[in-house]
């Protein structure tokens, strides 16, 4: 697709929202690395999201979906094609009749102390919390503190104190690479260790998720502790991807690195934490060179160290310059 044509969609009015040509992703990442992506648009509606989906499937143009970058090591050469930004995608709506559509979570069998959401996926997860705590919803309390969006937390299964997104997901709203819409039950979903497979190209617009009814003060109090954990463990204000490598069956990926004396080891401007290995922290004007190539270095050190060999979590999209 060439700036041409995507300006006409815009022109003709089949497109609301912002589209930019040549954005460095570095300004769309937690991590602040990454060379520009070649189109980026901030879709305000469905309709707007579609007509891009469906322009690009027919010009066989790749679209990739940013949420807040918090997860991602964009390289240095950027990304060709579309970055579709769905931070216009932001309402919380409490379900009522989550029962009749989720009996199969064992919670709510013969309760009525359980209640549903339906989130779009460009709302902050903090937000989702945020709700919840206001609400007196119980369920992923352990998520308080993981940046990003809802969508990308559901793309990644995201978790954190054995509780991941797979655990109060009902139902996702999918938009497929030729913009039909469909509503996937979660035992249609397989979710695994930060992973889900929901395809890469197609679009996750919103999911239903069941929480349990509790008292606001003893959810809040949760979130605290969960929070007040995570930020005595983990350096969670420095530019990061949280967590750059799964932890192996059974290890912590944090102790493996440690232990093959790996804390505080540099490449350029990317810098292994000492608060948590696991955190590659950059520490001015780093490259994804520099990440990879301390990444590589770990690897081969606790390989070295224990037998295991460590594999990213983060995700590594783009080309080299
Ligand atoms: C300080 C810090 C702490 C962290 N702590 C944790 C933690 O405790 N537990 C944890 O699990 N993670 C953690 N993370 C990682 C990250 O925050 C999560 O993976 C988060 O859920 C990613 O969301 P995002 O919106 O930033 O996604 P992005 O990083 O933008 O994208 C991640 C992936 O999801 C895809 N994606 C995003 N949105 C959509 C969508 N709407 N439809 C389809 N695909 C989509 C992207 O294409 C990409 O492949 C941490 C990160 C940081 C920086």
Redesign the pocket.
């Known amino acids: 697709m060439t700036d041409n044509e995507l300006k006409g969609i815009f022109e003709r009015g089949l497109f609301k929202g912002a589209i930019n040509f040549e954005q460095p992703l570095s300004a769309?990442?937690?991590?602040k690395i990454g060379g520009p992506v070649e189109i980026m648009v901030f879709p305000e509606d469905l309709t707007s999201l579609k007509n891009v989906l469906i322009t690009a499937y027919r010009e066989k143009i790749p679209i990739?979906?940013?949420?807040?970058?918090?997860?991602?090591l964009v390289r240095d050469g950027g990304v060709h094609g579309i970055a579709v930004s769905?931070k216009a995608?932001k309402n919380i709506e409490v379900i009522q009749n989550i029962k009749r559509v989720a009996p199969h979570l064992s919670y709510q069998k013969g309760s009525d102390d359980f209640t549903g959401l339906f989130v779009e996926?460009?709302v902050p997860?903090g937000s989702v919390i945020n709700f919840m705590k206001g609400k007196g919803y119980s369920g992923i309390e352990e998520?308080a503190?993981?940046?990003?969006?809802?969508?990308?937390?559901?793309?990644?299964?995201?978790?954190?104190f054995h509780k991941?997104?797979k655990d109060v997901i009902v139902s996702v709203a999918?938009m497929k690479p030729d913009g039909s819409i469909v509503i996937v039950g979660r035992d249609e979903l397989t979710f695994t260790y930060?992973s889900s497979n929901?395809p890469?190209h197609?679009?996750?617009?919103s999911a239903n998720i069941a929480l349990k009814r509790d008292i606001p003060e003893n959810v809040a109090l949760r979130v605290n502790e969960y929070l007040k954990e995570?930020r005595q463990s983990?350096?969670?204000?420095?530019?990061?991807?949280?967590?750059v490598f799964k932890n192996p069956e059974g290890h912590s990926a944090g102790r493996l690195i440690e232990a093959a004396g790996c804390k505080g080891m540099r490449a350029g401007d990317i810098e292994v934490n000492s608060l948590h290995a696991n955190?590659f922290i950059n520490k001015g004007s780093a490259t994804c060179k520099d990440f990879i190539h301390l990444m590589d270095i770990v690897i081969k050190r606790v390989e070295k160290h224990s037998g295991i060999t460590l594999e990213p979590?983060?995700?590594i999209?783009g080309r080299d310059d």
């Open positions: 769309y990442t937690s991590l990739f979906v940013l949420g807040a970058g918090t997860n991602l769905l995608f996926a460009g997860l998520l503190g993981i940046p990003g969006t809802f969508g990308g937390a559901v793309y990644m299964n995201a978790g954190a991941e997104m999918l930060r929901i890469a197609t679009v996750i617009l995570k983990q350096p969670i204000g420095a530019p990061s991807a949280g967590c955190y979590e983060i995700k999209v």
